[in-house]
C-alpha cells in the first residue's frame, strides 16, 4: 500500500536502488534477533532497530524530517500511525540537529494501523505519528525505522 498525494506520488521514485537496497535488508534481516541501534545499509541509508511500549494518542506529537525518508517497518507487535501533509501542519518545535521537526496535531490527518510485516514510507513533505496505541491498547513492539537520504 502507498498514501500519498498524487504530487508526491510522481515527484519520488520508491524503487530506485537506495529503496530497494532498504527493502531487501529489511526481508534479510530478522529485526527481532538484533540489538536496538544504528545499522548502515549503504551510502545514505540506515536503519535503526527500535523497541519500545505504544502509549497514547495525545503523548505523541506528530514530527517530519528535511533530509531523510522513513520506511518504518513493523518486525513485532502493531501500532496506529498517523500522516498529515506537512504544510497542513502547525510548527511546535525544531531540532535540526536531529533533522526532527515537530508540529500539532493537525485538523485533517489519516491513521493507519500496521502489523507485523508491514511497512509505511514517509517522504518529508509528509508529517507522521508512530508510536500510537491501536484502539488504546497499549503493546510492546519491535520496529525498524530505514533512514534513507533525500539527497
Given at each position: 500500500?502507498?498514501?500519498a498525494s498524487l ?26 534477533k538484533l540489538e ?116
Amino acid at each position: 500500500m502507498l498514501v500519498a498525494s498524487l504530487k508526491l506520488a510522481k515527484k519520488y521514485d520508491y524503487l530506485e536502488e537506495k529503496f530497494t537496497k532498504a527493502y531487501d535488508w529489511l526481508a534479510n534481516n530478522d529485526a527481532t534477533k538484533l540489538e536496538n541501534g544504528r545499522y548502515d545499509i549503504c551510502e545514505g541509508v540506515f536503519a535503526l532497530v527500535q523497541r519500545y511500549e505504544t502509549t497514547d494518542f495525545d503523548k505523541i506529537r506528530f514530527e517530519a524530517h528535511n533530509d531523510y525518508f522513513d520506511i518504518q517497518f513493523m518486525a513485532e507487535g502493531e501500532e496506529a500511525f498517523g500522516y498529515a501533509l506537512r504544510e497542513e501542519c502547525e510548527k511546535d518545535e525544531d531540532m535540526p540537529e536531529a533533522d526532527c521537526y515537530f508540529f500539532k496535531t493537525p485538523k485533517f490527518y489519516t491513521q493507519v494501523n500496521i502489523k507485523k510485516g508491514d511497512i509505511v514510507v514517509v517522504p518529508p513533505e509528509e508529517a507522521h505519528q508512530p508510536r500510537i496505541a491501536y484502539n488504546g491498547i497499549k503493546k510492546d513492539v519491535v520496529k525498524v525505522v530505514v533512514k534513507v537520504s533525500v539527497k
